[in-house]
Nanobody, 121 residues
Framework: QVQLVESGGGLVQAGGSLRLSCAAS????????MGWYRQAPGKQREAVAT???????NYADSVKGRFTISRDNAKNTVYLQMNSLKPEDTAVYYC???????????????WGQGTQVTVSS
């Protein structure tokens, strides 16, 4: 009953910016880590950025200094601000989160459906 819904993808020229959002909905007690992953055609899915419940962040080397992950716990939402986009950033971007649905249940990992980001040269 928990869903992650991404938005904000699209087509942008190299050097441009996009902001992705991912909202979690359903029966949510607490959200632990949240993150963004991406998968380009013919490649494996890779981690882009993650943020813990205490807002400690981690980035892939390829996006450091260009992307910023943040979260709004009141809205159960995680964001990815992407600046100075490059054609190699083109991929489907997926939201991921560890969510607990009650005090007694362990966290379970959830994925969003993905949003396409295309950067033209």
């Amino acid at each position: 009953q928990v869903q992650l819904v991404e938005s904000g993808g699209g087509l942008v020229q190299a050097g441009g910016s996009l902001r992705l959002s991912c909202a979690a909905s359903g029966i949510i007690f607490k959200i632990d880590s949240m993150g963004w992953y991406r998968q380009a055609p013919g490649k494996q899915r890779e981690a882009v950025a993650t943020i813990t419940s205490t807002e400690s962040t981690n980035y892939a080397d390829s996006v450091k200094g260009r992307f910023t992950i943040s979260r709004d716990n009141a809205k159960n939402t995680v964001y990815l601000q992407m600046n100075s986009l490059k054609p190699e950033d083109t991929a489907v971007y997926y939201c991921n989160a560890d969510i607990g649905t009650s005090f007694y249940n362990a966290y379970k990992n959830y994925w969003g459906q993905g949003t396409q980001v295309t950067v033209s040269s």
